[in-house]
C-alpha cells in the first residue's frame, strides 16, 4: 500500500511540475503580448505627434499653398488622417495587477475603487483637460471609464469587416478615459465662509469594509484622507425584474427534492466510477478488497525475500540462529539457592573491602581475591544459561567461528 501512496504523491509532483512550466510560459507569452501592444501605442502617438508639428509647420510656412490632408489616404500604422485605432480609442491592453493599482491608486486601488456611476469628475489629461463629466460605466478589466456627454469624442478608423457598405471608414465614437486621468468633483462647503462648492478631490481612501457571506458582497465607504470628510455614493436607480412566462418560480427553487440519510449512500457505487476515475493514478480511497489484495501482494513478496536470503546463510549463521531459538526456547535463566548465597558472600566481601582503611599493601590482596570470586560466579551464571549440554561455550556469536 505504501508503494501506491507513493505513486500518487509522485504523481501529484509531476502534475504540478507541469503546470507551473505551463503557468510560466503562459505568463512570458502574454507578458512579451503585452509589451507589443504597449510599445505599438506609443509609436502609434509619438507618430501622430511628429506629424501633426510637421503638419502645423507646413500650414504657416505654405498658407493657401498647404496640402490637403483630409484625403483618404493611410499612414504606416493603417490609420486616416485625423483618426486613430479602435484598439487605442478603447485602450485595449491587458493590463496586470500593478498596473491596474496604480491607476487607480488616488480612488483606493483596484480592489476597493472608490469612484462608481453617476459621478461627477473632471479630466486632468489629454485633449478634454477641465471637460466635467458624470461617468456612465466604469471598466474594471482596462481601469478606465465611460463618460456621458460630448466628451472623449474621437476619430477612429473602423476595420472593414466591421464597417457597413456606404459608409465612412472613419466614425466618430465615445473613448474611455483611464481612471488615473479624471478626479472626483462634490460639492463640499468652505469652513471659513461657509459657502458650498464644487471642489476637485484627488484623493480617496476606501473605510469600513465589510464582506456579506452570504452574498458574496462588499460594501465599504469612501473618505477624504485628511479632511476625514465622508464622500456619499452616487444614488442608483432599482433595477425592475419582469417576470416572464419561461421563468422558474421561487417556491420551485425553494423546494428541497434531495434528503441525505445514514441509510443509503447519496449515490449508487455504480455512478462513483462514473464520477471518480476508477483507475486513476491520482486515487487514494480504494475499497477494502482492493487494499486486502495489495497487502498480501506486498506480503508474499517479502517472504519470497526472506526465503531467498535464507538459502545464502552461511554455515556458522546457521549455527548461531540454532543457538538462539534453543535459548528462547529455554526460557530466561534461574538462579539456584546455592548461587544466591554466593552472591551474597561475595557482595558482603566487597562492602568489607571497601568500609575498611587498611594499608595498601594489605588491601590488594584482598581487591585480587574479590575480583577472582566475581569472575567465578560470571562463570556459574553464563554455565547456567547455556546448559548441561554445551560445556565451556561462550553465549556469543562468535565463539562457534573459533571453533569451526
Given at each position: 500500500m505504501?508503494?501506491?501512496?507513493?505513486?500518487?504523491?509522485?504523481?501529484?509532483?509531476?502534475?504540478?511540475?507541469?503546470?507551473?512550466y505551463?503557468?510560466?510560459?503562459?505568463?512570458?507569452?502574454?507578458?512579451?503580448?503585452?509589451?507589443q501592444?504597449?510599445?505599438?501605442?506609443?509609436r502609434q502617438?509619438g507618430?501622430?505627434?511628429?506629424?501633426?508639428?510637421?503638419?502645423?509647420?507646413?500650414?504657416?510656412?505654405?498658407?493657401d499653398?498647404?496640402?490637403?490632408?483630409?484625403v483618404?489616404?493611410?499612414?504606416?500604422?493603417?490609420?486616416?488622417?485625423g483618426?486613430?485605432?479602435t484598439?487605442?480609442?478603447m485602450?485595449?491592453?491587458?493590463?496586470t495587477?500593478?498596473?491596474?493599482?496604480?491607476?487607480?491608486?488616488?480612488?483606493?486601488?483596484?480592489?476597493?475603487?472608490?469612484?462608481?456611476?453617476g459621478?461627477?469628475?473632471?479630466?486632468?489629461?489629454?485633449?478634454?483637460?477641465?471637460?466635467i463629466?458624470?461617468?456612465?460605466?466604469v471598466?474594471?478589466d482596462?481601469?478606465a471609464?465611460?463618460?456621458g456627454?460630448n466628451?472623449?469624442?474621437?476619430n477612429a478608423?473602423?476595420p472593414?469587416?466591421?464597417?457597413?457598405?456606404?459608409?465612412?471608414?472613419v466614425?466618430q465614437?465615445?473613448?474611455?478615459?483611464?481612471i488615473s486621468?479624471?478626479?472626483?468633483?462634490h460639492?463640499l462647503a468652505?469652513?471659513e465662509?461657509?459657502?458650498?462648492r464644487?471642489?476637485?478631490?484627488?484623493?480617496?481612501?476606501?473605510?469600513?469594509?465589510?464582506?456579506?457571506?452570504?452574498?458574496?458582497?462588499?460594501?465599504?465607504g469612501?473618505?477624504?484622507?485628511?479632511?476625514?470628510?465622508?464622500?456619499p455614493?452616487?444614488?442608483?436607480?432599482?433595477?425592475?425584474?419582469?417576470?416572464?412566462?419561461?421563468d422558474t418560480?421561487r417556491?420551485?427553487?425553494?423546494?428541497?427534492t434531495?434528503?441525505p440519510?445514514l441509510l443509503?449512500?447519496?449515490?449508487?457505487?455504480?455512478?462513483?466510477?462514473?464520477?471518480?476515475?476508477?483507475?486513476?493514478?491520482?486515487?487514494t480511497r480504494?475499497t477494502?478488497?482492493?487494499?486486502?489484495?495489495?497487502e498480501a501482494?506486498?506480503a508474499?513478496k517479502?517472504?519470497?525475500k526472506?526465503?531467498a536470503?535464507?538459502?545464502?546463510?552461511?554455515p556458522?549463521?546457521?549455527y548461531n540462529r540454532?543457538m538462539?531459538?534453543?535459548?528462547?526456547?529455554?526460557?530466561?535463566?534461574?538462579l539456584?539457592?546455592?548461587m544466591?548465597?554466593?552472591?551474597?558472600?561475595?557482595?558482603?566481601?566487597?562492602r568489607v573491602?571497601?568500609?575498611?582503611?587498611?594499608a595498601e599493601?594489605?588491601?590488594?590482596p584482598?581487591?585480587a581475591a574479590?575480583?577472582?570470586e566475581?569472575?567465578?560466579?560470571h562463570?556459574?551464571?553464563?554455565?547456567?544459561?547455556?546448559?548441561?549440554?554445551?560445556?565451556g561455550?561462550?553465549?556469543?556469536?562468535?565463539?562457534?567461528?573459533?571453533s569451526?
Amino acid at each position: 500500500m505504501d508503494k501506491i501512496l507513493r505513486r500518487v504523491s509522485m504523481a501529484e509532483r509531476q502534475v504540478a511540475r507541469r503546470n507551473k512550466y505551463r503557468q510560466q510560459r503562459i505568463f512570458s507569452i502574454e507578458k512579451n503580448k503585452r509589451l507589443q501592444e504597449m510599445v505599438s501605442m506609443r509609436r502609434q502617438a509619438g507618430y501622430e505627434l511628429g506629424a501633426a508639428v510637421k503638419a502645423r509647420h507646413e500650414d504657416l510656412e505654405l498658407g493657401d499653398l498647404a496640402p490637403r490632408r483630409d484625403v483618404s489616404k493611410l499612414d504606416s500604422f493603417g490609420n486616416y488622417w485625423g483618426s486613430i485605432s479602435t484598439e487605442r480609442a478603447m485602450l485595449q491592453v491587458n493590463l496586470t495587477d500593478e498596473q491596474k493599482k496604480a491607476r487607480g491608486a488616488w480612488c483606493g486601488g483596484s480592489q476597493y475603487l472608490c469612484i462608481a456611476p453617476g459621478d461627477r469628475v473632471v479630466i486632468t489629461e489629454g485633449p478634454y483637460k477641465g471637460k466635467i463629466s458624470t461617468i456612465e460605466s466604469v471598466k474594471r478589466d482596462t481601469m478606465a471609464v465611460e463618460l456621458g456627454g460630448n466628451v472623449s469624442i474621437v476619430n477612429a478608423k473602423i476595420p472593414d469587416f466591421m464597417n457597413e457598405e456606404g459608409k465612412p471608414p472613419v466614425q466618430q465614437i465615445k473613448s474611455v478615459v483611464p481612471i488615473s486621468a479624471i478626479r472626483l468633483v462634490h460639492p463640499l462647503a468652505d469652513p471659513e465662509t461657509g459657502a458650498t462648492r464644487d471642489v476637485i478631490i484627488r484623493e480617496l481612501k476606501p473605510v469600513g469594509i465589510m464582506h456579506d457571506r452570504p452574498t458574496r458582497r462588499v460594501t465599504y465607504g469612501r473618505v477624504v484622507p485628511g479632511l476625514n470628510v465622508r464622500i456619499p455614493w452616487p444614488r442608483r436607480e432599482r433595477k425592475v425584474h419582469e417576470d416572464n412566462a419561461d421563468d422558474t418560480l421561487r417556491l420551485e427553487v425553494e423546494e428541497r427534492t434531495f434528503v441525505p440519510t445514514l441509510l443509503r449512500p447519496p449515490v449508487p457505487e455504480s455512478v462513483v466510477d462514473e464520477l471518480r476515475n476508477r483507475y486513476s493514478k491520482f486515487r487514494t480511497r480504494h475499497t477494502p478488497e482492493y487494499v486486502a489484495r495489495i497487502e498480501a501482494e506486498e506480503a508474499a513478496k517479502r517472504a519470497r525475500k526472506k526465503g531467498a536470503v535464507d538459502e545464502m546463510l552461511l554455515p556458522v549463521q546457521e549455527y548461531n540462529r540454532e543457538m538462539r531459538a534453543l535459548r528462547r526456547e529455554r526460557g530466561k535463566p534461574q538462579l539456584s539457592e546455592e548461587m544466591l548465597d554466593k552472591i551474597g558472600e561475595v557482595v558482603a566481601k566487597s562492602r568489607v573491602f571497601r568500609n575498611s582503611k587498611g594499608a595498601e599493601a594489605g588491601a590488594a590482596p584482598a581487591a585480587a581475591a574479590a575480583e577472582a570470586e566475581v569472575e567465578t560466579l560470571h562463570e556459574a551464571v553464563e554455565q547456567l544459561s547455556l546448559g548441561e549440554d554445551a560445556p565451556g561455550t561462550a553465549a556469543g556469536e562468535n565463539q562457534p567461528k573459533t571453533s569451526a
